[in-house]
Every structure is written in structure tokens, then in C-alpha cells.
């Protein structure tokens, strides 16, 4: 079953007005799936019609606290270098007396 954006549009528009009336996700599903058969003349299924509204629904976005904030722990040095081993293609170790670097390329 092919969703256009008019019929993706329908969905939304209809599932938010069913569900701000405090219908069930199921109850709100089965009423728009018999809206769009009357409307477009087509048989939707339910279910398609929940994913459907799933889909276009955004995810909430929530606020984190910023990384650059704290320095890295130990923990978090070890697992960026282990990464840095295992995606890099070569890796140059210079020592000069206590100074060690490392160039990952």
C-alpha cells in the first residue's frame, strides 16, 4: 500500500485529533484506517496506519550537558585511544626520553 503525503498528512491530522479526544492508540488506528477507505477508496490496514503516524512523528530532543565541560577521565582516554587504534591505517610512536607520542593516521 503506497502512503502519498496527502494520505500521510490525513494520518497525522486525524490520529492527533483522536488522540488529544483520549481515544486509545488501537481505538484512534481502526477510526482514521475507515476515514482514509471512505476518503481515498482504498483498504488501509490499522496497523499500517499506526506506523505510519509512528514514522512521521519526531522524536524529542532532549537537552544534555556538554562533554568539553569536564576533561576526559582515564576511562574515557583509554576508549578513545582503543578506538583510535582499531579505525586507524597507520600508527608512529616517537619517544623522546619521557615523551611519548602517538600519530594515529
Do not use: C
Not at 498528512?9 to 471512505?38: F, N, P, Q
Not at 576508549?79 to 611519548?100: A, F, Y
Amino acid at each position: 500500500m503506497k502512503y502519498t503525503k496527502e494520505i500521510k498528512k490525513d494520518i497525522v491530522t486525524a490520529m492527533t485529533m483522536h488522540r488529544k479526544a483520549g481515544k486509545s492508540i488501537e481505538d484512534a488506528s481502526t477510526r482514521v484506517a475507515t476515514m482514509l477507505k471512505k476518503r481515498h477508496g482504498k483498504n488501509y490496514k490499522w496497523t499500517g496506519v499506526r506506523s505510519k503516524y509512528y514514522e512521521m512523528s519526531k522524536p524529542k530532543v532532549t537537552k544534555t550537558k556538554s562533554t568539553n565541560s569536564k576533561p576526559p577521565t582515564n576511562q574515557g582516554v583509554r576508549e578513545m585511544l582503543m578506538n583510535l587504534t582499531k579505525d586507524s591505517q597507520d600508527i608512529t610512536i616517537q619517544v623522546n626520553g619521557r615523551e611519548v607520542t602517538a600519530i594515529f593516521k
